[in-house]
Nanobody, 125 residues
Framework: QVQLVESGGGSVQPEGSLRLSCAAS????????MGWYRQAPGKQRELVVS???????SYADSVKGRFTISRDNAKNTVYLQMNSLKPEDTAVYYC???????????????????WGQGAQVAVSS
């Protein structure tokens, strides 16, 4: 079993900053990739940013230059630093991880996809 526990989030004024954290625990051999998605009211969940095991990143155009993802492999934790927040960034942010739970799965690139519980981010004046 694998769990992702998110922390951070909250309310902030436009141009403010927030930091989200997501820690993975459980049966983990390695983590192939981690990322952050968000879902605004009435909209579909969308990918914000992802980071691979080799620290390669992919950002949505809407957050480039404002959001930064980082990863601590030793702690199985991913962070999302959000700067210059805009009202349109308001959403529930979900952590996502693709996890190899054994060496056998790692060799075959078979992974378990796990989601965090979600963290509310509200940006308004």
């Amino acid at each position: 079993q694998v769990q992702l526990v998110e922390s951070g989030g909250g309310s902030v004024q436009p141009e403010g900053s927030l930091r989200l954290s997501c820690a993975a625990s459980g049966t983990i051999f390695s983590i192939a990739a981690m990322g952050w998605y968000r879902q605004a009211p009435g909209k579909q969940r969308e990918l914000v940013v992802s980071i691979s095991s080799g620290a390669g990143t992919s950002y949505a155009d809407s957050v480039k230059g404002r959001f930064t993802i980082s990863r601590d492999n030793a702690k199985n934790t991913v962070y999302l630093q959000m700067n210059s927040l805009k009202p349109e960034d308001t959403a529930v942010y979900y952590c996502n991880a693709k996890i190899h739970t054994s060496y056998a799965d790692y060799v075959r690139d078979i992974y378990l996809t796990s989601w965090g519980q979600g963290a509310q981010v509200a940006v308004s004046s």
